[in-house]
């Protein structure tokens, strides 16, 4: 069984950063690919960084590229995301999910206010 728990958010400043952490079982972590995604309040859930599972291959969404940057360590089952240079808009709860599963974790909240 897929399971997936976010840890890592918090409230910080506008310019700030934060590293969420996303342990997962239940699977051959090595294989998959990972995703982040968020979703702010009254808005839909959005993609925003996938590493595939190998070479190291990234993606991310237009409005954080340059500042988010997606990581894996396949030793510790864990997909990461620093964040960096975070702003307002930023701010949403934050999930990740592993590429061809349905399920999801709990999600960590992030908020980015001064």
């Known amino acids: 069984q897929v399971q997936l728990v976010e840890s890592g958010g918090g409230l910080v400043q506008p310019g700030g950063s934060l590293r969420l952490a996303c342990a997962a079982s239940g699977f051959t972590f090595s294989n998959y690919a990972m995703s982040w995604y968020r979703q702010a309040p009254g808005k839909e859930r959005e993609s925003v960084a996938t590493?595939?599972?190998?070479?190291?291959?990234?993606n991310y969404a237009n409005s954080v590229r340059g500042r988010f940057t997606i990581s894996r360590d396949n030793a510790k089952n864990t997909v990461y995301l620093q964040m960096n240079s975070l702003k307002p808009e930023d701010t949403a709860m934050y999930y990740c999910k592993v590429v061809g599963f349905s399920n999801w974790g709990q999600g960590t909240q992030v908020t980015v206010s001064s």
């Open positions: 590493i595939r599972n190998v070479g190291g291959f990234t």
